[in-house]
């Protein structure tokens, strides 16, 4: 038996008395790659590259995925860190993560023509945050220290929220009053995660608020959860994603989590390590919110070349959601039909 257990392991696999080598396959999540905010912000900067010409400015990576910035800078963007970066007058676009409001301050002062892609689910949390601060409570905003979202969603209230990153910081915050406090968090953490903070937090504070709708995204929780299932059947799995991309970072997380033996991100097919698949017999890919598919489809590419041809696709939920384009531009973009029209 210890035999059998150890040919397994190694890939191979004895049937009916003769040893041959096991099935190799991919377990292909789906939802995985682009979700409606990513997919509404990567078209509003092309679309802004139509209508305005090149250059457009993009303050911060418009989606954390090393190809897609890649790509845009290709077609005449030209990303930076902050407003003061761009030329007075000049267009700039405000990626899906979202801005604090005194990055538009910021922007009106220069007169720039600011678009305004953060995602509308981002968005969302920005107004809860606005409405409990309004009404005097202390807001409890769990999030990764630093994450632009973070940033943002912080600037929106920032003398009511305090920033709880992971169960651990549980024990520094500090409330003025216990009955009126409300927990939000980023879009893109991992739910289970999550869950344990605000679990803690509830031992502390028993009268602790939750959001009013959940405020991990859609997106995020599809992609945990379709890894999940197929985590436990994965020697390995491969994310494909960029590693400041915190819900790609996160995919890698939950499929350790739930049981696979090993796990990568990676931003390009190139990346994979042969050793990562010896001995492996089921590769599980996945692929953060901000990544396209074509690259998704290299890595499968790149297995079927190791032996892993067989793609088999995993599906927990279909997504149907799309966004209409920022306000601003769709409003710039009626204006030139129309002028072309005339
Ligand atoms: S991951 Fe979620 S919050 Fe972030 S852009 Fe996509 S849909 Fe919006």
Redesign the pocket.
Known sequence: MADIAERRGRGWCTYHGRVTEARKRVLLAKPRGY????DRAVQTVEEALKLYGAPVYVRKQIVHNKHVVNTLEASGAIFVEENYEVPEGSTVVFS?HGVAPEVHEQARERNLKAIDAT?P??TKVHHEAKRFAAEDYDILLIGHEGHEEVVGTAGEAPRHIQLVDGPDSVDNIVIRDPSKVVWLSQ??LSVDETMETVARLKTRLPLLQSPPSDDI?Y??SNRQHVIKEIAPECDVVIVVGSTNSS?SVRLVEVALGAGARAGHLVDYASEIQDEWLEGATTVGVSSG?SVPDELVMEVLGHLATRGFGEVTEFTTAEERLTFSLPQELRRDMKKAAAAKAS
């Open positions: 979700c409606a905010g990513v899906a995602c689910l981002v879009t893109t995204c997106a995020t819900n919110a």
